[in-house]
């Protein structure tokens, strides 16, 4: 089993800058890809960044420029520095693993989700 554990959410005013981190524990073998995905009231889940084990990096199109995806790979630990906060970006923010435990079998995994909060 793994677990992904988030914390850096909370209330900033637009323009704002807030950086995110999601540490994953358990029998872990590899990590293919680490992603930070958001939910807005009344929206579906949506993708923001992800990073691949290969350094690969992807972006939603209204994150592009503002949002920077990074991982540390030797402590299985994800980052997400956002900068230029807008009150779109308003949502629940979850980590998202995808790899390989030590049995070995394939996992995904989600976070708890953590609020980000852009508001004056």
């Known amino acids: 089993q793994v677990q992904l554990v988030e914390s850096g959410g909370g209330l900033v005013q637009p323009g704002g800058s807030l950086r995110l981190s999601c540490a994953a524990s358990?029998?872990?073998?590899?990590?293919?890809?680490l992603g930070w995905y958001r939910q807005a009231p009344g929206n579906q889940r949506e993708l923001v960044a992800q990073?691949?084990?290969?350094?690969?990096?992807n972006y939603a199109d209204s994150v592009k420029g503002r949002f920077t995806i990074s991982r540390d790979n030797t402590k299985n630990t994800v980052y997400l520095q956002m900068t230029s906060l807008r009150p779109e970006d308003t949502a629940v923010y979850y980590c998202?693993?995808?790899?390989?435990?030590?049995?070995?079998?394939?996992?995904?995994?989600w976070g708890q989700g953590t609020q980000v909060t852009v508001s004056s």
């Open positions: 998202n693993a995808d790899g390989r435990t030590s049995r070995p079998a394939p996992f995904t995994s």
């Open positions: 990073t691949t084990l290969f350094g690969s990096t």
């Open positions: 358990g029998s872990i073998a590899s990590i293919y890809a």
